[in-house]
């Protein structure tokens, strides 16, 4: 049975059972993580790199994490600015524009090692790769992780209505995607 | 899962979508969560812990007598580069000999142009004069 956040916290500031503790950490939330990732940089490798140092952000940091928010939020907010970072270093680095990047992550729907699913399940993951990526990242939480509104906002530190706009601009932008592809 | 319980608010914006089931088209490597966590465990929990070095106090105290003497050094050097000369102590046959030797063309005309500077007008010389009396003499 795996062990609550506060009980996860407590034993993480004993040194004896600070290991434990972590691995406890590890088994509970490195499949939430990785597909938050996965689905933010598309990439398995990238992913697994990513989820990596992630993890070991949070096991240089846990002792200096303040218990006033949640673990999981605290979590998923240095998830979610590795992610970024991650996108936006890429974007740099490459000397095509971001939407031929995202176009060309998105034809590999597929056709690569991966990737699986049908044809409209493949356009709809190819409409998320278009969008702007705070903005996909918003849509990637809510319609696949179906957080909260509020769940997402303590992670990202973006007002509830800021983040209502942005996803209804996705769904909307998504769906019109959707249809003219049929 | 369908959409409609989460797609209350959105449903009627974006029917294509609300009406889709959501499947995860991304599949990762057998047993792939067991690999990253020992990867994870290997490099946190299982690291070997890194010893910080203890440094002693005479050491620090070396280090910022050192810094204070470069810096001084450096200081003092600038100052003494930056000290105007006293030509009023060089003979100025000295410096004739020195102008022959070692101007050229390209220094005359810059000279011409800073001649502004030298307040010319208060001195009743022309440029014009200067700049015979330079190709004559240089």
């Not at chain 1, 996108?87 to 998105?106: D, G, H, I, M, V």
């Not at chain 1, 049908?118 to 190819?126: A, E, F, N, S, V």
């Not at chain 2, 910022?64 to 060089?90: H, M, R």
């Not at chain 2, 011409?112 to 440029?127: A, D, P, Q, V, Y």
């Amino acid at each position: 049975m795996p062990l609550s956040d506060a009980e996860i916290l407590k034993q993480f500031a004993g040194e004896k059972t600070r290991n434990a503790a972590f691995t406890h950490l590890v088994e509970k939330y490195q499949q939430k993580i990785y597909w938050h990732v996965r689905r933010m940089v598309v990439s398995h490798d990238d992913a697994d790199d990513l989820v990596q140092e992630i993890f070991i952000k949070v096991w240089n940091n846990l002792d200096r994490f303040r218990q006033d928010a949640q673990l999981y939020s605290w979590m998923y907010r240095i998830a979610s600015n590795e992610c970024l970072q991650f996108l936006q270093k890429k974007k740099r680095q490459n000397t095509t524009s971001f939407n031929e990047l995202a176009e060309n992550t998105a034809d590999n729907f597929g056709t690569s090692d991966g990737f699986s699913g049908d044809q409209i399940q493949q356009k709809l993951y190819r409409a998320i790769e278009t969008l702007p990526e705070k903005q996909k990242l918003i849509f990637q939480m809510k319609y696949f992780e179906e957080m909260k509104y509020e769940e997402i906002s303590s992670v990202l530190g973006t007002s509830v209505g800021a983040l209502k706009a942005s996803f209804h601009l996705a769904v909307k932008k998504i769906e019109q995607q959707l249809v003219q592809h049929d | 899962m369908t959409r409609k319980k989460h797609s209350e608010d959105w449903g009627n914006e974006a029917p294509r979508l609300a009406g889709m089931e959501k499947i995860n088209l991304y599949s990762v490597p057998n047993g792939y969560f067991e690999d990253l966590q020992s990867a994870i465990l290997a490099r946190t929990t299982q690291a070997p812990i890194a010893k910080h070095k203890v440094i002693q106090l005479w050491m620090r105290y070396a280090a910022a007598a050192c810094i204070t003497l470069v810096a001084g050094t450096i200081v003092y050097l600038n100052q003494q580069s930056a000290e105007t000369p006293n030509f009023d102590a060089i003979p100025d046959q000295e410096i004739v000999s020195y102008l022959q030797t070692n101007i050229d063309e390209s220094d005359t005309e810059l000279l011409l142009k800073n001649t502004e500077k030298l307040h010319l007008e208060e001195k009743n010389i022309s440029t014009q004069e200067l700049e015979n009396y330079i190709n004559q003499t240089l």
